[in-house]
């Protein structure tokens, strides 16, 4: 499941279109200067003014009690699961889910905690599949505590998990009396996409997160959100992990001037990512996902290039593309514009003939 390598051979050209994952994206200027007028204190501690601003509006986003910023997204899961289990405890997620896939077996390694892989397609499951890996209550089975959703699903294709969907799953594990975790490192792709507000995404979801250096194109930082005992709980989590911080206002600013100014611009990735897709299914040997969201999944039919040398012909023109779950995947972003979408299809049509 994981990325492909990045190429440092500096006889390289510049990387002119970055689509190697929308946590490329540099701050603007206006999110440098936000971030050079930030109000700063001791994080830690509970002084730092813009941190605590940035936490106020994130739980308030979610709909929920508190929030805490934590550096990354893997640390809002990382420390979210470890608050919520217990070593020998198992939890519910999708085969192909980040916590299963990218966190180098964390969960396992500092919480003693199993993750049962759940199937489905798109990177989400049913209640139905939910419910048939639940184990009859006994001593040999591991107890189940928590069910683990990815919204939007990210090696499942960018895919939204329908509102209907997403409460239907989380309804099914209330009702067996486990907890329910969402990963919403990119939530409000989701929102923009469907109009669904995130605190009604997120509503039957007992924790939820926002990563700040997705779309949303801020350089550091996530914030978790739930009710204040979860969260008093996590800061434990926070201090263990080394995730507890001092002047992080300067990384908080940039999150906050992204809540303000970088949302609603996610329509504008994701009419750039259909642009792509449509792009190259119109090119001859290609496999192409339709995307719902800012990522693209494509993958080269049998027989015509291989992806690596297909990757490297894109590189060679200055255009950075990656694999993830074993497919070729382009993400959209606010360094992402309509014209170098068409470049990049240009050179993909260059590549593909020539092949
Ligand atoms: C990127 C990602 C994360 C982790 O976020 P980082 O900020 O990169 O640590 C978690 N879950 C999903 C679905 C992601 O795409």
């Known amino acids: 499941m994981a990325y492909g390598p ?36 001791d994080e830690q501690l509970g002084l730092d003014p813009t941190v605590n601003e940035l936490c106020e509006r994130t739980a308030a986003l979610l709909g929920k009690e508190a929030a805490v910023f934590l550096p990354s997204g893997t640390m809002c899961n990382v420390a979210a699961l470890l608050t919520h289990c217990r070593p020998g405890e198992e939890i519910l997620a999708h085969e192909t889910s980040h916590i299963l896939t990218s966190e180098g077996g964390s969960h396992a390694a500092l919480g003693g905690i199993q993750v049962f892989p ?105 914030a978790l959100a739930g009710s204040r005992t979860f969260i008093d709980n996590v800061w434990r989590w926070k201090q263990r992990l080394g995730g507890s911080m001092r002047q992080a206002g300067v990384c908080a600013a940039a999150c906050i001037h992204a809540l303000d100014h970088h949302v609603e611009r996610l329509a504008d990735d994701h009419t750039n990512a259909r642009a792509l897709a449509r792009g190259l299914s119109q090119i001859p040997g290609f496999d192409v996902q339709q995307p719902e969201t800012n990522l693209v999944f494509f993958a080269i039919k049998d027989g015509s290039m291989t992806t690596e040398k297909f990757l490297g012909e894109m590189r060679q023109r200055g255009i950075l593309l990656t694999t993830l779950g074993g497919r070729i995947r382009a993400g959209t972003h606010i360094d992402v514009t309509a014209w170098m979408i068409d470049q990049a299809l240009d050179a993909a049509r260059e590549v593909m003939r020539a092949a």
């Not at 683990?148 to 209907?164: C, D, L, M, R, V």
């Open 6 to 41: 990045v190429s440092l051979d500096p006889k390289l050209p510049p990387i002119r279109i970055n689509l190697f994952s929308d946590a490329q994206s540099k701050p603007t200027p206006a999110m440098r200067d936000a971030m050079q007028r930030a109000e700063v204190g």
């Open 118 to 222: 759940l199937q489905g397609a798109n990177g989400q499951f049913s209640g139905d599949a939910l419910r048939a890996a639940f184990r009859p209550v006994s001593r040999y089975a591991p107890k189940q505590v928590l069910v683990s959703a990815e919204q939007t699903a990210n090696i499942g294709g960018g895919t939204i998990w329908p509102k209907a969907q997403l409460d239907t799953v989380a309804r099914i594990a209330h009702e067996h009396g486990m907890i329910t975790h969402l990963d919403g490192a990119r939530l409000l792709n989701a929102c923009v996409a469907t109009k669904v507000s995130a605190q009604d995404m997120a509503a039957d979801w007992d924790s939820a997160w926002l990563d700040f250096s997705k779309g949303l194109g801020a350089p550091i930082g996530g």
